[in-house]
């Protein structure tokens, strides 16, 4: 039998990482938008499976710990980036 089933049902929703509470920790599950805004985001260290951590959010803009580094991302593309926590 398949374990795929059990993983399902414990697996975290996926959400946009602009909606990761201030303090949260996720990992991140996919990258959406234009190629080069994806190919950016991979160099800055947003792979799939990659913790990251909100470190806060002001106005829809957010900052993120990723790697050891902190970064500030605008609305529109922490929204391209899924979360799972």
Same mark, same amino acid.
């Given at each position: 039998?398949?374990?795929?089933?059990?993983? /399902?049902?414990?697996? /975290?929703?996926?959400?946009?990482?602009?909606? @990761?509470?201030? *303090?949260?920790?996720?990992?991140? %599950? &996919?990258?959406? &938008?234009?190629?080069? %805004?994806?190919?950016?985001?991979? +160099?800055?260290?947003?792979?799939?499976?990659?913790?990251?951590?909100? %470190? +806060?959010?002001? *106005? *829809? $803009?957010?900052? @993120?710990?990723?790697? *050891?580094?902190?970064?500030?991302? $605008?609305?529109? %593309?922490?929204?391209?980036?899924m979360a799972? &926590?």
């Open positions: 039998m398949e374990s795929n089933g059990e993983s /399902s049902r414990n697996a /975290s929703p996926r959400i946009p990482l602009a909606f @990761v509470a201030c *303090g949260q920790k996720a990992t991140v %599950v &996919g990258v959406h &938008g234009a190629k080069e %805004v994806r190919r950016h985001l991979e +160099s800055l260290g947003f792979t799939e499976g990659s913790c990251v951590k909100m %470190v +806060s959010s002001a *106005g *829809g $803009d957010v900052i @993120v710990e990723v790697r *050891g580094a902190q970064i500030a991302l $605008d609305r529109r %593309v922490a929204m391209g980036v799972a &926590g």
